[in-house]
């Protein structure tokens, strides 16, 4: 190919880049229905709501910059408790997204270990990996796993989410997701906590399309 052509085609491969984002750009983020977290069932499965919903503070939520988040208790009858957050972010554009709690949690004083990913698997016979780990803070222990959900996809990892949300900018006009998190207190085992962990994920991942959409 003659250096005029290549000149030639590499413009109008340019125009259409600029094109296309300027397009993007101009039409901005698609807009997806969706329910408010407040709305979230009180019960999941076999899971019922303990007590209020949890809020955070203003200076918290400066550094969160969730447009919607769900913070709250639930219990399997008089036994397991499980902690449930989600945080919603409407769109990623505005340099707002969801805060891993590899960064988190840390600066709070909790100690994270024995890492791992973990597969749960839903009712209707789809699975997901979830990341794992023990979080620690003085005397307390808890089991905590977390994902990341929207658009579609359940995945625990934080850079193939962010991938995925570059792609769907530009495919889908959309960055929305959420990032959620379960914890629940290790009382009797490790396993048994992640068994209890396992079967409230799987519950809630099931509802949660109608909050944060596909």
């Not at 698997?121 to 789809?126: D, E, F, S, T, V």
């Not at 620690?136 to 089991?143: K, Q």
């Not at 990032?179 to 209890?196: C, F, H, K, L, N």
Request: glycine share 8%.
């Amino acid at each position: 190919m003659k250096s005029s052509s290549r000149f030639g085609l590499l413009l109008v491969v340019l125009v259409a880049g600029g094109i296309l984002v300027n397009t993007w750009a101009y039409l901005g983020e698609a807009h997806v229905e969706r329910q408010e977290l407040k709305n979230f069932p009180i019960q999941v499965g076999a899971w019922k709501q303990e007590g209020v919903d949890q809020r955070f503070d203003a200076q918290t939520m400066s550094v969160l910059r969730a447009s919607d988040y769900l913070l709250r208790d639930y219990r399997l009858g008089n036994a397991q408790m499980a902690n449930l957050y989600i945080g919603y972010y409407a769109t990623q554009r505005d340099g707002a997204s969801y805060h891993s709690p590899l960064n988190c949690l840390p600066g709070a004083g909790w100690s994270m270990v024995d890492p791992a990913m973990i597969t749960i698997r839903l009712p209707n016979g789809k699975s997901f990996l979830a990341n794992k780990y023990v979080v620690e803070n003085g005397n307390i222990r808890e089991l905590m796993i977390y994902w990341y959900q929207g658009r579609g996809r359940m995945i625990a990892s934080e850079y193939w989410g962010k991938i995925y949300t570059v792609l769907d900018s530009v495919r889908l006009r959309r960055s929305d997701a959420a990032m959620v998190r379960v914890m629940v207190p290790i009382t009797a085992s490790d396993t048994a906590a992640i068994e209890s962990a396992r079967e409230f994920a799987a519950v809630t991942s099931e509802v949660l399309p109608e909050f944060v959409p596909n």
